[in-house]
Nanobody, 124 residues
């Protein structure tokens, strides 16, 4: 059993930056994949980025590659998503998720645990 809590969302102008945090409790994430997904009303939840904790291997959606960076902190059992050069189309509720055995890191149904989400709004 893993509990995930996201934080760091807010309102920012286009071109600005935000740093999201996903703090985990219940279990260490050392053997897990952790992903970030986002969702806008009327649309499906889409993959943003993921990290394999054990090898520190990162995966990114093409839409955020070069702008977003996912990272981890072993001591805090926390995953971060640094978002730079934000665009209005990045506006969404951002969720973090964790799964131990994943076949496809970009598929949301592969993840077992989800946080409550944090709102990111980018104005122009």
């Amino acid at each position: 059993q893993v509990q995930l809590v996201e934080s760091g969302g807010g309102l920012v102008q286009a071109g600005g930056s935000l740093r999201l945090s996903c703090a985990a409790s219940g279990r260490t994430l050392s053997s897990y994949f952790v992903g970030w997904f986002r969702q806008t009303p009327g649309k499906e939840r889409e993959f943003v980025a993921a990290i394999k904790w054990s090898s520190d291997t990162s995966y990114y959606a093409d839409s955020v590659k070069g702008r977003f960076t996912i990272s981890r902190d072993n001591a805090k059992n926390t995953v971060y998503l640094q978002m730079n050069s934000l665009k209005p189309e990045d506006t969404a509720v951002y969720y973090c998720a964790a799964g131990r055995w994943l076949r496809v890191v970009t598929t949301r149904t592969e993840y077992d645990y989800w946080g409550q989400g944090t709102q990111v709004t980018v104005s122009s």
